[in-house]
Structure formats: structure tokens, C-alpha cells
């Protein structure tokens, strides 16, 4: 399978963006998805995810502005992010697990996109 992200730019604090990630090759609808994110010299965090059953979790920080959805018929996940923040300055990545149910460790993902910039300026 083969994820494909887009949407990221250049984006002045306080705005919103929203990420998509379309899959290609397999349909995700049974499987869980996350977002991913990577700064400068920082690990790669989880941001958010959404369960094979439609439970959703979040990094505490995205919690209430950041909000992950998914579209089957389209085979897309989405990451609408608002009252964005120059901390949220990232690359990031849409992942896909096998699992019913996948957590925070990257571990559990099977598929990765190749990432989209999203830049806040302050």
C-alpha cells in the first residue's frame, strides 16, 4: 500500500490547516490510522489517531485544536489542525496499522507516508 500525503504549507499562527492522506493499493477501512509529526532534531511523536472502530486519540498538546477523521469511500484520513502554533512547525506523516486498535509506538504501523511540511510562522 501506498500512502500519499498532502496539504501542508506555510501558515501564520492562529490559522488552520487540514492534511489529507489518501491510500493507494489497499483500502485502510479496517484498519487503525494515525498522525505523525517530526521537528528539527526531534523524534518522530504521535499527534493523533483514529481506530478501526472510530475511537480517536491525541497528544495532549493538539488536544481540542487538532481533529483526525476518515472518509472510506474516498480510502482518506484527515488531520485538521486550528489555532495552530509555532511548536506544531513539523513534518508530518500518515501511518497505517494492521491492528484493530494501534497506540502512540510507531512500532505498530505498517505503512508510512513520505510526509508533507507544515510550517507556522509567529
Known amino acids: 500500500a501506498q500512502l500519499l500525503e498532502s496539504g501542508g504549507g506555510l501558515v501564520q499562527a492562529g490559522g488552520s490547516v487540514r492534511l489529507s492522506c489518501v491510500a493507494f493499493?489497499?483500502?485502510?477501512?479496517?484498519?487503525?490510522t494515525a498522525w505523525f509529526r517530526q521537528a528539527p532534531g526531534k523524534e518522530r511523536e504521535f499527534v493523533a489517531g483514529?481506530?478501526?472502530?472510530?475511537?480517536?486519540y491525541y497528544l495532549d498538546s493538539v488536544k481540542g485544536r487538532f481533529t483526525i477523521s476518515r472518509d472510506n469511500a474516498k480510502n482518506t484520513v484527515y488531520l485538521q489542525m486550528n489555532s495552530l502554533k509555532s511548536e506544531d512547525t513539523a513534518v508530518y506523516y500518515c501511518?497505517?496499522?494492521?491492528?484493530?486498535?494501534?497506540?502512540?509506538?510507531?512500532?505498530?504501523?505498517?505503512?508510512w507516508g513520505q510526509g508533507t511540511q507544515v510550517t507556522v510562522s509567529s
Open positions: 493499493g489497499r483500502t485502510f477501512s479496517s484498519y487503525s
Open positions: 501511518a497505517v496499522s494492521r491492528r484493530v486498535v494501534a497506540g502512540p509506538n510507531r512500532a505498530e504501523y505498517d505503512y
Open positions: 483514529r481506530s478501526w472502530g472510530g475511537s480517536t
